[in-house]
C-alpha cells in the first residue's frame, strides 16, 4: 500500500508543489493548488513529503554523469551529452539547462513544503518535524549538486515569484556549502536512526551527506567529523556482497544509506536497457566503459597496478587475476550476458557486439557495464525495480580516509587503513591490505579506490573537479580493450574521430545556462562562456 501512495503522490506534488515551469529557477505559479485546498490534514504533509522524493532521478541521469569524465563513453553522439562529454558544450546545451532545473526543481518543492508545513492544524510535532528535515536533507542534496556544476549559485530558501526569479543573484560557493554544512546539522538532530519506511533520509543520510558536502567544499576537519559520526552510529555496515550490492538482493543492507526507491512492475526504471549489450536488444545501450577504468583495477594477488613491472599482468590475459570489483562492474569478452549467452566484442566475429558492428549502439570499446544489470530483468528491460543508490557506506568510509589524508600529520594513523582496508578486504573482493602511512601513497591509494569502488554511482566528475586534474585525464580521444589479432600483435580499441578536449580556465565549470541569463541579467556568466 506504501508504494502505491508514493506514485499516487507524484500527482499530487506535480500540482501542489513543484514547478509547472523550467525557467527561472521554477517559481511557484498563481495557478497552483492554494492553501486552502491542501496543506489541510496530516494526510496532506505526509503526500507532499513524498513528492519531493519523487522529483529525484532516473537511471538517465544517475547513470549518464560519469559520461561526463574519463570513466565511461556515451555511445550516441549526436546527443547533447556527447557535447558534454567532449567538453564541446556552451550554454545552449540541453543537458547544461536540465540539470539546473531539475536541481531547482527539487529546492523549489522543498521550500514549497517548508514553508506550508506549518499551516497544518493537529499534526503530530515529532511528524512534523522529522519531515521539515527530510525537506532540509534533500533540499542540500541538489544545492551540493549544483555547486559542484555551476560554482557560484542563487542560494533560494523561499518560494519565487516572477519579479524575484528575476533579480537573484548568484551566491559565492562558501556560503553556499555554509548553509548546507548547518542545514544537514540541524536535519540530523531531527531524524531518526532507521526510518520505518525505506527510502526515506535517516540521521545517516543527513550526516553522510555533509560529510561528502564538506569533503567537496575542502573542509577536511568537518567532513571527517561528519563521517565518523555515522561510522560510530553502528546503523550501518558494509554489505558482504560487492556483486549482489547493486541488485535485489542487496536492497535492504545496512550498507545503503540513501537510495531512490523502485518497483517492478509499479515503478520501474529502465537502467538495464541504458547499459544492456547489443546482442540483447539493439538500439538500446547508451553508456559504456572506457580504458581509464579497467586499467584502475589493480592485480589481486600482488596488489600493484598493471603498468607496475611486478604486477604480474599479462596483456595477452587482461583480466586474469585483478582486483574482483572489475568482473563485477564490466562484461568483457568472454562473460556470460543475462540471455546465457558469450559475449564477444572481437573484430569480426559476426555477433551483435561485434565492434566492427555499424549499429550505433554496439559497444565501441569493447566492454559494457554490468553494474546494476541483474539477470532477472532481462526480458523487460525498461521495468527494472531495483532501488538506484544514492549514497553509501563505502563512501563514508573513503570520505573519512581521505579527509584525514589531506589533514596530514597526526590525522593519518590506523583508523585511515582500517577504513580503506574494510573497503577492500569485503569477503567478494578481498584485495591486498593498504599498509603505508605516506601521505602521498594514501591519496593515491584513496583516489584509485573512489575510482573502482565508485564506479558509474555519478562521482567521478566532481572527484575530478575538486581534484583538478581534468587537464590530465580528459583531454584525447576514447579508447577501450586491447586484443591480440591474428598476426599475435596486440591491438587497443581507438576511438580516433572522437577527441575530447579540456581547458582548465573554463571547463571545471558548467555555464549558467542561457535560457536563465536571457531571463536574468543579474546571473553573471562563468568565465569562458
Known amino acids: ?10 500527482l499530487c506534488t506535480l500540482m501542489a508543489i513543484s514547478s509547472c515551469t523550467g525557467d527561472l529557477l521554477n517559481p511557484l505559479p498563481k495557478d497552483r493548488l492554494a492553501s486552502e485546498l491542501f496543506w489541510k ?8 513529503s513524498n513528492g519531493v522524493y519523487s522529483i529525484l532521478g532516473d537511471q538517465w541521469r544517475y547513470a549518464s554523469m560519469d559520461s561526463y569524465s574519463d570513466l565511461s563513453h556515451f555511445i550516441l553522439q549526436w546527443r547533447a551529452e556527447s557535447q558534454i562529454e567532449k567538453y564541446t558544450f556552451d550554454a545552449s546545451n540541453n543537458v547544461v539547462a536540465g540539470e539546473w532545473s531539475h536541481y531547482y526543481r527539487i529546492i523549489s518543492a522543498a521550500n514549497n513544503f517548508l514553508e506550508n ?86 540521521k545517516g543520510t543527513a550526516l553522510a551527506l ?11 576537519l568537518e567532513a571527517k567529523s561528519a563521517a565518523k559520526s555515522v561510522m560510530d552510529m553502528g546503523v550501518h555496515r558494509l554489505y558482504e556482497s560487492y556483486s549482489k550490492l547493486f541488485g535485489y538482493e542487496g536492497e535492504t543492507s545496512s550498507e545503503i544509506i540513501f537510495a531512490r526507491q523502485y518497483t517492478k512492475n509499479l515503478s520501474g526504471h529502465g537502467i538495464f536497457s541504458f547499459f544492456t549489450a547489443n546482442s540483447l536488444y539493439t538500439q538500446q545501450c547508451q553508456a559504456v566503459p572506457c580504458k581509464p577504468l579497467v586499467d584502475a583495477y589493480l592485480m589481486k594477488t600482488t596488489g600493484l597496478p598493471i603498468d607496475n613491472p611486478a604486477s604480474g599482468f599479462n596483456p595477452k590475459d587482461p583480466y586474469k587475476d585483478r582486483d574482483p570489483r572489475l568482473n563485477y562492474t564490466i562484461y568483457v569478452t568472454g562473460d556470460e550476458l543475462p540471455n546465457g549467452v558469450i559475449l564477444n566484442t572481437l573484430p569480426g566475429n559476426g555477433s551483435g557486439d561485434d565492434i566492427t558492428t555499424s549499429a550505433e549502439n554496439v559497444t565501441p570499446t569493447g566492454w559494457y557495464f554490468k553494474k546494476y544489470v541483474n539477470n532477472v530483468d532481462y526480458p523487460d528491460p ?21 579527509a584525514s589524508i589531506e589533514l596530514g600529520g597526526s590525522e593519518i594513523d590506523q583508523s585511515v ?3 580503506l582496508n574494510e573497503i577492500r578486504k569485503r569477503p567478494d573482493v578481498n584485495m591486498p591490505e593498504v599498509t603505508t602511512l605516506n ?11 573512489r575510482m573502482v569502488e565508485l564506479a558509474m554511482e555519478g562521482h567521478r566528475l566532481f572527484d575530478i573537479r575538486r581534484w583538478k586534474i581534468g587537464e590530465e585525464v580528459i583531454p584525447g580521444t576514447v579508447k577501450g580493450m586491447t586484443y591480440e589479432n591474428t598476426e599475435g600483435a596486440l591491438i587497443t580499441v581507438e576511438l580516433s574521430g572522437y577527441v575530447k578536449e579540456f581547458k582548465p580556465d573554463r571547463h571545471y565549470l558548467w555555464p549558467i545556462p542561457f535560457r536563465e541569463k536571457d531571463l536574468n541579467n543579474n546571473l553573471e556568466q562563468n568565465p569562458g562562456y
Do not use: C, H
Not at 555554509?178 to 531531527?190: G, K, P, R, V
Not at 555533509?210 to 577536511?220: E, V
Open 1 to 10: 500500500m506504501k508504494a502505491y501512495k508514493i506514485l499516487f503522490i507524484t
Open 41 to 48: 490534514t496530516t494526510e496532506d504533509v505526509v503526500y507532499a
Open 117 to 202: 508545513v506549518d499551516l497544518v492544524e493537529g499534526i503530530d510535532e515529532s511528524l512534523k518535524n522529522r519531515l521539515k528535515a527530510e525537506m532540509k536533507t534533500l533540499r542540500a542534496y541538489a544545492f551540493i549538486n549544483l555547486v559542484m556544476l555551476y560554482g557560484d549559485i542563487p542560494l533560494i530558501t523561499t518560494t519565487l515569484d516572477i519579479d524575484g526569479a528575476k533579480s537573484v543573484t548568484r551566491t559565492p560557493t562558501n556560503e553556499v556549502w555554509n548553509f548546507i554544512s548547518e542545514d544537514l546539522t540541524s536535519a540530523a538532530d531531527n531524524l531518526p536512526l532507521v526510518q520505518e519506511e525505506r527510502g526515506r533520509v535517516t
Open 210 to 220: 555533509k560529510a561528502r558536502a564538506m569533503l567537496y567544499a575542502g573542509k577536511y
Open 382 to 402: 525498461w521495468n527494472s525495480g531495483v532501488n538506484l543508490i544514492y549514497l553509501r557506506y563505502a563512501e563514508v568510509l573513503l570520505t573519512y580516509a581521505e
Open 417 to 419: 587503513l582500517d577504513a
Open 439 to 449: 601521505q602521498t601513497e594514501l591519496r593515491e591509494t584513496v583516489r584509485r579506490e
